[in-house]
C-alpha cells in the first residue's frame, strides 16, 4: 500500500471508530448524532477508497478518487453555506477532502 493509501487508511479508520471525539475537535456543539454517523458513512468510503487505490494505484483509479474527493469538497462546501451550524466542520471537511483529491491527481499525474 502507498503511503498516500495508508494516510487515507488511517483516517477513514478515525472515521469509523471515533468520530465524536474528531468532530468535538472542530466544533464541540457539531458532534451530534447525525454528524456521527456521517462521519462514519465518510470513513468507510475513505477505507474503501484507499483498498482500491493501494492495490490498483493505476491512473484511472487515482483519477476517480481525485472526481470523488472534488464532489466530496464540493458538497461540504455548499454545506457550509446553507447550514451555519456545521460550517466550521462542513470547511474543515472540504479542505481535506479537497486536499486528498489535489493528492490523488497529483499521484494520477505521476503513473505511468
Do not use: F, I, K, N
Amino acid at each position: 500500500m502507498t503511503s498516500p493509501a495508508l494516510a487515507r487508511a488511517v483516517w477513514g479508520t478515525a472515521l469509523v471508530t471515533v468520530p465524536r471525539p474528531l468532530l468535538r475537535r472542530l466544533d464541540p456543539a457539531g458532534a451530534d448524532d447525525r454528524a456521527v454517523a456521517v462521519a462514519r458513512v465518510l470513513g468507510v468510503r475513505h477505507l474503501v477508497q484507499a483498498a482500491l487505490t493501494g492495490a490498483l494505484p493505476c491512473r484511472p483509479v487515482l483519477l476517480a478518487g481525485a472526481v470523488a474527493d472534488a464532489a466530496h469538497g464540493a458538497s461540504m462546501l455548499a454545506l457550509a453555506g446553507w447550514d451555519p451550524g456545521r460550517r466550521r466542520v462542513a470547511l474543515v471537511d472540504a479542505a481535506l477532502a479537497l486536499g486528498w483529491g489535489a493528492a490523488s491527481w497529483a499521484g494520477a499525474g505521476r503513473v505511468r
